[in-house]
Structure formats: C-alpha cells, structure tokens
C-alpha cells in the first residue's frame, strides 16, 4: 500500500522539473532522471528511504505528487514530514525563472 501526497509548484512541468531536480541534490540522490514528469531519488538523512516524484501540469502550474518506498527494510517516513521537506527546500530555492 502507497499513501501519495502533493504539493503545487507555480509553474509547468519543464520550469518545476529543474527547482526539484535542484532540491533532489540538497535531500538525497537521484536514481531516475526522466525529465519532465518523473523523478526518483534515494533519500538521505533523516529519511532513508525511496521517493518518487510525478509532475503533471494543472492550469498552468504543476502537481508534484509525492511517494514513498522502504529501503533496506527500514520503515517508511511520514509522508507529510517528507512533503514538508520538499516545500521548505523549493521555497529555500525560490520561484522558478
């Protein structure tokens, strides 16, 4: 079972895919690069774990949904705290150009 979260990013999928690609840099390491609708990344401190990231564009901004996997049998991090850190780390990064 899956919980997904979301947040918006005020702008399309091909200007919010380079913030979060950027802010994937600041909270782990990005595994699958498939710009623009689809990133994954491996997690660090103080989350360990998988996450993937699916950009859709909604009425000329985008939906970033968030979803979390175990990694190395570790439990899961709560989802709204790792949604919270993607926020705080775009908002850190400022409003796409």
Known sequence: AHDVASFTIEALPAEAFES?????????????DDPPYLLEIDLGEPFDCWC????V?????????????SRDG???????AVRDAWVSTLN???RPE
Do not use: C, E, F
Not at 52 to 55: F, K
């Open 57 to 69: 564009p909604d009425a000329g901004a985008s939906t970033v949904s968030v979803m979390l996997a």
């Open 92 to 94: 850190q990064l400022g």
């Open 20 to 32: 979060v690609l950027v802010a994937a840099s600041w909270l782990g390491d990005v595994v699958v």
């Open 74 to 80: 570790r439990p899961v991090p709560d989802l709204d």
């Open 52 to 55: 993937r990231l699916d950009l």
